[in-house]
């Protein structure tokens, strides 16, 4: 435990790391990468040349000034971040090298500002912080490599069936080279693929949700085509697309993510997306209609158009069951998805339609997709009284604010 003197010291710290956070962070994956390029085997580039990365750690870094003297204030931010290191193969030999850099970037951004007494300070925060964190993340090990079908680290998978559902998005079912079980998984999950590229020096890690419901077979991702190929994103998803074919093999970790569907309550639910932000939501679907029958659930998912509108027949189809309730929406609808009457509604989400279509009392929200899409649900929401606790929503790539 930090004493009180170390404390008072971190918590002084916090309008320096709010106004040049991101400037520390920034300093400290150059340093880090600079003296460790081996880690860049594990982290995302995208993340790291867009500044989505830098711009989470410090949020995290700030948190944990803030509330240094309660932890467990942070501990579901710490629990959601411990899931995607234990996805990527974080081990507790990297916290060491983590800590070092960390300080040795205050230190260089703050120059004498960062006294002795506040490196120090700082120095022994971090241990407590990140043995917070190994904690945690030892019992996602255990966990993951334990359970029925499980594993530790990346297991090879092999593409049993590459699907086009639509001009931008295809579907990759994976299972397991050595035709032992896989872990179940909750809806919502994620899994990480890791890609050795051809031309490139580093391996590449990107996490996926799985688009189908558990207890299947095989694990089903489906993968959208970034623009372009010279951006980190682009090249991963271009990549998988262009690159991977049926009876290819690809190195998976184990089912992670905290952002799930609550299947003890039976309260109606849910599910808004936004473009390939449906793909957890599809998973939560089809859970729904296998072990809750009775539970009414609402789809509503938005898209440019038609084109670019993934697994609309498997929704098509599972909405001619009684307890769900489908919504399509099309800000740039084609001529032909006029003519077919392919969407609901054309344009945005508004708080407007969702008060008149919805069932805002009772429900659960669970929503992903551009973060111009899920700031406006989320601020609608809370405008018609939803609580926070039945709100749900998951980032694709480091935690971000809805609130901004």
């Not at 230190?107 to 700082?122: C, F, P, Q, R």
């Not at 809750?292 to 938005?302: I, L």
């Not at 344009?347 to 429900?363: F, H, M, N, Q």
Request: hydrophobic share 40%; proline share 4%.
């Amino acid at each position: 435990m930090l004493n009180q003197k170390t404390i008072e010291i971190i918590k002084s710290t916090v309008p320096v790391l709010e106004k040049h956070g991101e400037t520390i962070t920034t300093r400290f994956y150059q340093l880090m990468f600079g003296n460790h390029p081996e880690l860049l085997n594990i982290f995302n580039h995208a993340n790291q040349k867009q500044g989505r990365q830098q711009k989470a750690l410090a949020g995290t870094v700030y948190a944990a000034a803030m509330y240094i003297d309660n932890l467990e204030a942070i501990l579901p931010v710490v629990k959601q971040i411990a899931h995607k290191h234990r996805s990527l193969g974080i081990k507790p030999e990297h916290y060491p090298i983590v800590g070092k850099h960390l300080l040795l970037a205050i230190k260089d951004v703050l120059g004498e500002a960062a006294t002795d007494e506040i490196i120090d300070a700082w120095g022994q925060a971090y241990a407590v912080i990140a043995d917070a964190f190994i904690s945690v993340e030892a019992e996602m090990y255990d966990e993951a490599a334990n359970k029925q079908g499980g594993w530790d680290g990346f297991r090879n998978f092999v593409v049993d069936r590459k699907v086009v559902e639509s001009d931008v998005i295809t579907s990759f079912y994976l299972m397991p080279k050595d035709n032992r079980g896989i872990a179940d998984f909750i809806p919502g999950q994620y899994i990480s693929i890791k890609l050795e590229i051809v031309g490139e020096k580093y391996t590449h890690i990107r996490q996926y949700s799985l688009s189908d419901a558990p207890g299947k077979d095989y694990y089903r991702i489906s993968v959208k085509r970034e623009a372009g190929t010279v951006n980190p994103d682009g090249m991963v998803s271009n990549y998988l697309h262009d690159g991977v074919n049926v009876g290819d093999v690809l190195k998976v970790s184990a089912p992670a993510g905290d952002f799930v569907l609550d299947t003890e309550k039976n309260t109606p639910v849910v599910l808004l997306s936004g473009g390939v932000g449906l793909t957890p939501m599809m998973s939560m679907l089809k859970t729904v209609v296998e072990i809750q029958p009775e539970r009414s659930v609402t789809f509503v998912h938005a898209a440019a158009n038609g084109n670019v509108h993934a697994l609309r027949g498997e929704v098509e189809d599972l909405s001619e069951l009684e307890n769900v309730t489908s919504y399509f929406y099309y800000d740039s609808p084609t001529e032909e998805d006029r003519r077919n009457n392919r969407f609901d509604v054309e344009g945005y989400v508004t708080r407007e339609w969702l008060k008149e279509k919805l069932s805002i009392k009772d429900a659960d929200f669970y929503f992903c997709g551009p973060v111009p899409f899920m700031k406006t649900v989320n601020r609608s929401l809370l405008e018609l009284g939803v609580k926070d606790g039945r709100i749900h929503f998951e980032f694709f790539g480091p935690k971000g604010n809805l609130e901004e």
